[in-house]
């Protein structure tokens, strides 16, 4: 936790393996960059941990780990973006506008990773809430896409499994039947990202 929002801390992986990213984690300077001009509390309890543990950073100024309550996993909380950077402020769109891009990559991080659950609240509401899915990969991935993208693609969907030279590609297709007027409704991932 204290390295994930340490500045200059770039690379953040275990070893060097880059063909072999395991975590949906930020990268290089994002969350320090996001936690000087904002209120972040990231509070997280690892695999098989006995313990959550949280640290928080307002404005670029750290506080000490702290103990959490949580179960396994990571929460991501960001309160009044650009509070210490008021020029910036002007940029931002209205809050739906810019609640509305949260989402879209949510969504799109919540498509690639059927097993890990994803929420999203505003402060007064839940917004999105996908839980982890489980069983099958193809039937997991299935249910996700239809929370997200409706009961209709699940209904019309093909199951894609390939595999040459050593690269699988695998996924659901909707028949030709359901279609849309554009591409806004495609995806495409590769190695989870």
């Known amino acids: 936790l204290e390295l994930c929002v340490e500045r200059h801390a770039t690379s953040k992986l275990a070893d060097d393996d880059l063909e072999n990213i395991r975590?949906?984690?930020?990268?290089?300077?994002?969350?320090?960059?996001?936690?000087?001009?904002?209120?972040?509390?990231?509070?997280?309890?690892?695999?098989?941990?006995?313990?959550?543990?949280?640290?928080?950073?307002?404005?670029?100024?750290?506080?000490?780990?702290?103990?959490?309550?949580?179960?396994?996993?990571?929460r991501v909380e960001v309160r009044d973006i650009f509070y210490a950077t008021?020029?910036?402020l002007k940029f931002l769109k209205s809050p739906r506008t810019e609640q509305g891009h949260i989402l879209d990559i949510l969504r799109r991080l919540a498509m690639a990773h059927p097993a890990i659950g994803f929420s999203l609240a505003d402060g007064e509401r839940v917004i999105l809430k996908l839980p982890p899915g489980g069983g099958d990969l193809f039937e997991a991935?299935?249910?996700?896409?239809?929370?997200?993208?409706?009961?209709?693609?699940?209904?019309?969907?093909?199951?894609?499994?390939?595999?040459?030279?050593?690269?699988?590609?695998?996924?659901?297709?909707?028949?030709p039947t359901l279609n849309g007027r554009n591409a806004a409704k495609q995806f495409l991932f590769v190695n989870g990202r």
């Open 86 to 88: 008021p020029a910036r």
């Open 141 to 175: 991935r299935l249910d996700r896409v239809a929370a997200i993208m409706g009961r209709d693609f699940a209904a019309n969907a093909l199951v894609i499994n390939a595999e040459r030279d050593g690269f699988s590609l695998g996924g659901h297709v909707g028949l």
């Open 23 to 74: 975590t949906l984690g930020f990268r290089g300077e994002a969350l320090p960059s996001i936690a000087a001009v904002a209120r972040v509390v990231i509070a997280g309890r690892a695999e098989d941990a006995g313990e959550a543990w949280q640290i928080r950073v307002e404005g670029g100024k750290k506080f000490p780990l702290e103990p959490a309550a949580r179960q396994e996993g990571t």
